[in-house]
């Protein structure tokens, strides 16, 4: 029904972000919603997936048209739904993920919340050399201030720790990375989790 939102970004949470157009404000579940944090109070297009079932209608918003498509070819795979898909894609190595894909490479895939062998080994049966098309665009990051929370850990840190729990990682899991991830100062949330993806992607 939607292709895509242009409007005013007006919030950014750990699980969704809020566009404004016309007097509503959308609320869009996207991959890894703070790398949109250096677009807060601007302008900004989000391509759009709706999701309806029946005791809900949900909006999935994406960067770019690229991202939309890789996320419709990802949530078309039996046991891959729409919180998996976004799950996935939040990692932002979309070129790892099509060429994990296209090596039959199981193991990368199993990272991945809500996705076992079963389920990877059918992403493979039915995304492999269907993705060619959808190389990865370049992501920008903006560098935000530090702050600290009312414990002293630094609220960039806290809010991507949200994140990846909304994402559907565990408490192991992410407990597993904290000591490397306390070890250094980051600009900004977005930082954070490209540093926690990577460190959970190799497990």
Known sequence: MYEYIKGKLVHVGPLYVVLENGGIGYQL??????????SLNQELTLYIYQAVREDAITLFGFKDYTEKQLYLKLISVSGIGPKSGLSILASDDHLGLIQAIETDNVGYLVKFPGVGKKTASQIILDLKGKLGELLPDTYWMEEHPAHETADGQPAVLTEALEALAGLGYSER???KILPTLEKENYASTEEVLRTAFKLLLKG
Do not use: C
């Open 29 to 38: 579940q996207v991959a890894n919603p703070f790398r949109f944090s250096g």
């Open 173 to 175: 899991e992410v407990k």
